[in-house]
């Protein structure tokens, strides 16, 4: 089965790939590597999902914004690979930020968002390595932001 395959048997719908807001690009490829700059939570209506985690947002909530930066990350990689995601070897490491207060400590659940929706949609492909950070603030004032490094053919 391929990953477009994939995605629509899971009925998953995967954004349109937003433009960068700021002196950078979306995507990057050097050698076979797809560096995926930093994507924000943005909901399916297209409304950034702001506010601080333990505060604001439950890890639930929070999870479902991290999912929404991972569908982000997936679209920028299909825009990458001129829509082809069979290109896609290997997800290979995924950083995710979290906008939470002093005292959260499972920025790990929030970013489980990210790593299950990318591990569903490309299987063993999409198995990564990963770092899960607390920050005071992010852009715009969201709750999640997530980048990624890709293998591909």
């Given at each position: ?13 995967i ?15 050097v ?89 569903k ?33």
């Open positions: 089965m391929s990953i477009e395959e994939k995605i629509k048997e899971l009925k998953i719908k954004p349109d790939p937003k433009d960068p807001v700021g002196a950078y690009v979306a995507s990057k490829i050698g076979n590597l797809l560096y995926i700059s930093g994507q924000i939570s943005i909901n399916d209506k297209g409304d950034l999902i702001k506010g601080k985690v333990g505060k604001d947002l439950d890890v639930t909530q929070g999870y479902e914004a991290a999912k929404r930066c991972g569908l982000a990350i997936v679209s920028q990689v299909k825009k990458a690979c001129d829509n082809d995601l069979s290109k896609v070897k290997s997800c290979i490491k995924l950083t995710g930020y979290v906008n939470s207060t002093d005292n959260f400590i499972d920025q790990p659940k929030v970013i489980n968002g990210a790593s299950e929706i990318i591990a949609i490309f299987d063993n492909k999409g198995l990564h390595t990963r770092a899960a950070i607390s920050s005071n603030s992010l852009p715009l004032g969201v709750a999640v932001e997530v980048d990624a490094i890709f293998e591909i053919n």
